[in-house]
């Protein structure tokens, strides 16, 4: 027994000293990156697995194709390749140091998914891809925005990224045999920066209400304290109301036509963001519509909430896989460095090409579209002079007289200032 309390003992040490050094580099973090400063952007282009390289290569010559076409400033579009669950099970290592040099040298990058490694699956048990990047990169906001018109539904979801079960989830211990134990890590800095992100994204695209999100009548400690600095936080935000609801009984709501319309801002510990964000899309329309912003001050990166359908490839279906996720990152992308009308024209295309007028579609099989196809019929779209009225007059076929309630853009950027 006294060994296992020693081992215990130690390890948790470890923790806590690891958790209040981060504390320490959280208050001396760097002042958010100002794009409009900088001379030259750097984006990376990161394949990853799967159908990843298919779909990241239709959004990089999107980007390609609208960033010449719009000449107001010098961004390069540097493929990082590499990114393999192979290449990442050699190195045993979540994102290999040769990689990880490369995505730094960017300021943002646009990434595919990445095969996460799960107990049984053959590969190593090496942590996340993205969790890594996440907390590498300090990317402390992931902000996926869901839009249904039709029904009113403007959603913007700010799940913190860093913290809570995520922050050590490879670092749990097995105490002995039958005793397993994983720690739950949720900071005032790091809850403080979330927080205010989602406030001053809702005060910047004029919303009135945001939503805490917690288990805190359960979870008192690290729920209760996120609870408490949200309502310490809206104290300077008093045109906005906070609202706050349990994970349980939000995830039902969700599924309730008469109240979902009213949520606006929902903003929630890392895990509760994953599940209700994945709920979120799959009412959307899939979790292959939605696009997802990982923000932090110094860098960011956009990518698709799906996996990376490794079936599609060893049927040979890859070159059907939908990319439309990835392209609604590619706009969240695009607004975050400093070109919100260019990414306003392509989630005009996709809703049209996706949503609406529906040409091609696809099926994730030959009877449906390729990606590339798919890309061309977007590219074409947004190279149509009369994209906005086309836009609006879908809106107006199905009866809304104020696009997407009142933000016309997803708003991932302008949310740190
Ligand atoms: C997401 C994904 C990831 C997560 C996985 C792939 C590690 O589900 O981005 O939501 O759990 O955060
Ligand atoms: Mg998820």
Partial sequence: MDQEFHTSQNHFKKIIQQQLERIETLKNAPLPTDYNKLDK????????????????????????SLLEQHKTKQIDLIPIPGLTIENRALAKQA?????????????????????????????????SANVSMRKKLDLFANVRPVRIPQENIDWTFFRENTEDLYAVGSQG????????????????????????????????????????????NIVKTTDGKFLEIAQEIAQDFPEITLDSWYIDIMTAKLLDLKRRSQFEVMILPNLYGDIL??????????????????IGNKYAMFEA?????????????????????????????????????????????LDICGNYEKKISITGREDGAT?????DYVLSTINDKNLNDRWLEYLSLIHISEPT????ISYAVFCLK
């Fill in 41 to 64: 952007i750097k984006v990376g282009i990161i394949g990853g697995d799967g159908i990843g390289p298919t779909i990241t290569n239709v959004s990089q010559n999107i980007l390609k």
């Fill in 95 to 127: 994102i290999p140091n040769e990689i990880l040099y490369e995505i730094k040298k960017c300021d943002v990058t646009l990434k595919g998914p990445t095969h996460t490694p799960e107990k049984g699956d053959g590969w190593p048990n090496i942590e």
């Fill in 173 to 216: 211990i097995n105490v002995t045999d039958d005793l397993a134990i994983d720690f739950r890590v949720i900071t005032t800095q790091g809850s403080k920066r979330i927080i205010q992100a989602g406030f001053n994204h809702a005060r910047k695209t004029g919303k009135t209400k945001v939503t805490i999100v917690t288990k805190a």
């Fill in 277 to 294: 964000t994945d709920e979120a899309a799959e009412i959307q329309g899939g979790v292959g519509t939605a696009g997802s912003a990982n």
């Fill in 305 to 349: 909430i799906h996996g990376s359908a490794p079936r599609m490839v060893t049927e040979k279906r890859a070159q059907y896989a939908d990319p439309s996720s990835v392209l609604r990152a590619s706009a969240m992308l695009l607004e975050h460095i400093g070109f919100p009308l260019i990414g306003t024209q392509l989630n005009q295309a």
């Fill in 371 to 375: 990606s590339e196809q798919f890309g």
């Fill in 405 to 408: 309630r009142r933000t016309p």
